[in-house]
């Protein structure tokens, strides 16, 4: 099946600064919004990633400053700075209250006079019973898409997207670097840039197997690439010289399940900062 084209058009790069001083690309982000209480026809717009993006290496410190890639709607591109703010008045990043779970949300709305980009409503996150009711499982189809290093694209923010399968479900936390994390596993592979890229079920008429259901496709947010998971392999050289590793990808990643990101958008601290902004 076909993908809608406009979930690429939700997704944009983030740069950080190079030990050069100059911009370089680090990771995939895109706009979820999600629906006023007081207003129906207005939205909070925030930009998901995964939190490891916003670091010099994946366990921090967190970097002062990230840089947006928009596209322009009168074509082309701009950088657009963004400081990393934990917490205070000005806090500009929030976490989920587990540590383990990699995500963070940037309440951000660039100017829509301005700027071409398109977010996901929040009812398209999948939640932790549409897994059963959707028959999630082994074999269930997905696609994300996010950054592809050897061509961003000049003009426009170019995302490919890659499809797979769902390679693992489990109630299981899963050992990702030494630490259990709540975590479910694809089969596709992930590089470097793909992370904080957003996957998606894409379910159609054989999603239950031995049976056709009747209706379109199913659409849904699965959650949030992570990472691929390496192995590391030992080359011998020569008797005298020193063991050398290769690192190879295993062409399985871990996703952080949508519902964890459901959690993070509801959680107290931004409610609250809805609350006191919509009076």
Request: one cysteine or more; aromatic letters at 10%; glycine letters at 8%.
């Amino acid at each position: 099946m076909r993908i809608p084209e406009q979930v690429k058009e939700i997704v944009i790069f983030i740069y950080i600064k190079g030990s050069d001083g100059k911009l370089i690309p680090n990771g995939t982000a895109f706009f979820v919004g999600v629906k006023d209480q007081k207003k129906e026809d207005r939205f909070w717009v925030y930009l998901i990633t995964a939190k490891h993006v916003l670091c010099e290496k994946e366990d921090g410190p967190f970097l002062p400053f990230i840089y947006l890639r928009l596209d322009k709607l009168e074509g082309g591109t701009e950088i657009v700075e963004l400081p990393v703010v934990l917490s205070g008045e000005t806090q500009t990043v929030f976490f989920h209250s587990d540590p383990t779970v990699d995500l963070v949300a940037i309440p951000v709305l660039p100017d829509q006079n301005k700027y071409l980009f398109k977010f996901l409503p929040e009812e398209m996150i999948s939640t932790q019973e549409q897994f059963k009711s959707l028959k999630i499982s082994e074999g269930s189809e997905v696609f994300f898409t996010g950054l592809f290093l050897p061509h961003i694209g000049e003009l426009r923010n170019l995302p490919i997207v890659r499809f797979g399968r769902v390679a693992l479900v489990t109630p299981e936390r899963v050992n990702w670097n030494g630490k259990k994390i709540e975590l479910y596993l694809i089969e596709s592979s992930s590089y470097g840039g793909n992370s904080g890229s957003p996957v998606f079920f894409y379910l159609g008429s054989d999603r239950e197997p031995g049976s056709l259901v009747v209706g379109p496709p199913v659409l849904v947010l699965a959650g949030v690439i992570k990472g691929s998971f390496q192995d590391i392999k030992p080359i011998q050289v020569t008797n005298t010289s020193p063991i050398a590793v290769s690192v190879s990808n295993l062409g399985i990643s871990a996703v952080v399940p949508a519902f964890k990101l459901s959690e993070l958008l509801q959680s107290s601290d931004l409610k609250k900062r809805r609350g006191s902004e919509g009076e």
